[in-house]
């Protein structure tokens, strides 16, 4: 049974409770769509990812029973301690890079593309990052770190990372010294210029202060929440692709191999010939995406988003009794159901235009 079966009534929870807080300080921290949204990716990258992750998991159990230098015993507390804080390390390095190069931004963005921060953010999981994740834990394989470790101590990490997305938590003091807290997350997702590349830990943000790309949260220049290309769509589906479909279009204008390759490679923030240069960003100018949500709207992306979470956990409580095929059929028409709906109820060309 996946772990993750378990944390999604807990997830539910904890985003009821966030909402209830901030409606009793008076502070707007959700919007529906956006919340809608941001739970439909979660959705859908578990489809996905319990699948894909089998591809990352099957290379690494490889690589660690053929090379891996020592054996580890698994009933001494350092070694999970060692693991996590070696998991954590190749953590900063997989985060900084898939900002950092445009192939990997393209999947990774889908978990920027909020313009709101708080707790349902944090389900706005990749669904292409399987493809590449698995290759920045090879040297824990290479370690002999064996894969019920590696695995485990990857849930830790990710399950950590949930509460850190929140608006209502301030600065906790010594503790932002050493671990990733809501404050210096909150920089991770600002648009702000003082924000962009910085604070890539998942559990620890000591490695930002090891390796300069830290920063603090400005109170007087809050961070905003997004992208510098926006995403302006609510479709779960196309928040995964929109990048790729610009990097591909980046590689249609680049002539020969190596330009290609240089367009692959390149930051997503530089400028290339034939694209534009990077965005000066003035925080007071910045509008939310917002479409209209008519009530009856309202409740039909609500009845979306509630079954798809309902046949997520049917999924996952029955999926290891099936076949792969079986499995993977679910999954996709799971993902097309997806691509419909988010076309048809939750796009701007039916709910209206956007603003700004
Ligand atoms: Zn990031
Ligand atoms: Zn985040």
Not at 58 to 69: D, K, L, N
Not at 260 to 271: D, T, V
């Amino acid at each position: 049974m996946s772990p993750i079966f378990y944390a999604i009534p807990v997830f539910v929870v904890l985003i009821a409770l966030e909402m209830a807080i901030a409606h009793r300080r008076g502070l707007r921290v959700y919007s529906l769509q956006d919340t809608l949204t941001s739970l439909n990716i979660g959705v859908v990258s578990q489809f996905v990812n319990t699948l894909g992750g089998l591809i990352g998991v099957g290379i690494y159990a490889i690589v660690t029973e053929r090379w891996g230098a020592f054996t580890w015993d698994t009933s001494h507390p350092m070694t999970w301690l060692t693991a996590l804080v070696l998991y954590d390390f190749c953590y900063y390095w997989f985060h900084r890079l898939s900002h950092e190069v445009n192939i990997l931004w393209a999947a990774h963005v889908v978990h920027h593309s909020s313009e709101e921060y708080n707790l349902s953010t944090a389900l706005r999981q990749s669904s292409t990052g399987f493809l590449t994740h698995w290759m920045f834990y090879m040297p824990l394989a290479l370690l002999g770190i064996p894969v019920k470790v590696f695995v485990i101590v990857g849930l830790v990490d990710l399950v950590y990372q949930f509460w850190v997305h929140t608006r209502l938590v301030g600065r906790l003091g010594w503790l932002e010294w050493v671990l990733v807290t809501p404050s210096n997350h909150r920089v991770h997702h600002g648009q702000n210029d003082y924000c962009i590349d910085r604070n890539y830990g998942g559990l620890l943000i000591v490695w930002d202060r090891l390796f300069g790309t830290m920063a603090d949260e400005r109170d007087d220049e809050p961070p905003v929440y997004g992208i510098r290309k926006p995403l302006h769509s609510w479709n779960p589906v196309w928040a995964n692709l929109h990048q790729y479909a610009s990097v591909f279009r980046q590689l249609a204008r680049s002539p020969g191999w190596g330009q290609k390759l240089g367009a692959l490679l390149a930051s997503p923030g530089s400028a290339r010939p034939g694209t534009t240069p990077p965005v000066v960003f003035a925080p007071s100018a910045f509008q939310r995406f917002a479409t209209p949500a008519p009530l009856g709207m309202a409740m039909l992306g609500a009845a979306c988003t509630a079954m798809g979470t309902g046949l997520l956990m049917h999924f996952l409580w029955f999926q290891s009794q099936w076949s792969l095929g079986e499995r993977s059929a679910y999954a996709a028409g799971m993902v097309v159901f997806y691509l419909t709906a988010g076309a048809l109820w939750l796009h701007p060309r039916v709910t209206g235009q956007p603003k700004g």
